[in-house]
């Protein structure tokens, strides 16, 4: 069975700051990861997907992730925050033929002035 | 892009009755969509797997007979939540599979539904 597990259900940043969202990732077969983001009343949106070739995804927005297998982790970073980055954001994992995605548990994301 | 509508994005009913959501796939066909069920700060709970042409696979301890999925052509799937009571208040999102020559086969999310149960 695949899971994953986000670290912090919520975190705090400055405008201009690095964002960092931990994603731990658990999965008997390679896994394909996701982050999505949701803004309030919304459904998801991708922000970017690993699905086996470069470790380094980058995705919209100015977001990215590396996928490290060694620590089973695949955490979303943004150099530096935009107000508009505020909103929840979802990791997910599935197997090869994403027949079971799964999601973590949510992180929201807030923007300081 | 692959583009997923639901309708309706909002609905309001009293308890006892039974409502309808849609789940479109406009541009791409979907032999498999996915229901999923969001309460309010927590994560998206997978309710059920439905194939096109036969029965829905419903996740543990999710009522099928509560909530009744159809999934008739190959850019349709409705989920009925029949007899609804307050409890079934929720954010329902769905999501269709693109399976055209996508290694992954990726799946693309529904806007969401957000039913409330008087």
């Known amino acids: 069975a695949q899971s994953v597990t986000q670290l912090g259900s919520h975190v705090s940043v400055s405008e201009g700051a690095l964002v960092l969202l931990r994603c731990n990732y658990s999965?008997?077969?390679?896994?394909?990861l996701f982050w999505y983001v949701q803004y309030p009343n919304q459904g998801l949106q991708l922000l970017l997907k690993?699905?086996?070739?470069?470790?380094l995804v980058k995705g919209i927005n100015g977001f990215e992730a590396e996928f490290k297998k060694s620590e089973t982790s695949f955490h979303l970073t943004k150099p530096s925050a935009h107000m508009r980055d505020a909103a929840e954001y979802f990791c997910?994992?599935?197997?090869?033929?994403?027949?079971?995605?799964?999601f973590g548990a949510g992180t929201r994301l807030t923007v300081k002035p | 892009g692959a583009v997923v509508s639901q309708h309706p994005s909002r609905v309001i009913c009293k308890s006892g009755t039974s409502v309808k959501i849609e789940c479109r796939s406009l541009?791409?066909?979907?032999?498999?969509m996915f229901w999923y069920r969001q309460f309010p700060k927590k994560s998206l709970m997978l309710m059920a797997t439905?194939?096109?042409?036969?029965?829905?696979?419903?996740e543990q301890g999710v009522e099928k007979d509560k909530f009744l999925i159809n999934h008739a052509s190959l850019t349709l799937s409705t989920l009925t939540v029949t007899s609804a009571h307050p409890e079934d208040s929720s954010f329902y999102i769905c999501?269709?599979?693109?399976?055209?020559?996508?290694?992954?086969?990726?799946?693309?999310f529904g806007p969401g539904t957000r039913l409330t149960v008087l």
């Open positions: 690993y699905t086996s070739a470069a470790t």
């Open positions: 999501s269709a599979r693109d399976q055209r020559g996508n290694s992954y086969n990726e799946q693309f």
């Open positions: 541009d791409f066909q979907a032999t498999t």
């Open positions: 997910a994992v599935s197997d090869l033929g994403n027949n079971d995605m799964r």
């Open positions: 999965s008997s077969v390679p896994p394909y």
């Open positions: 439905s194939n096109e042409g036969s029965k829905a696979t419903y």
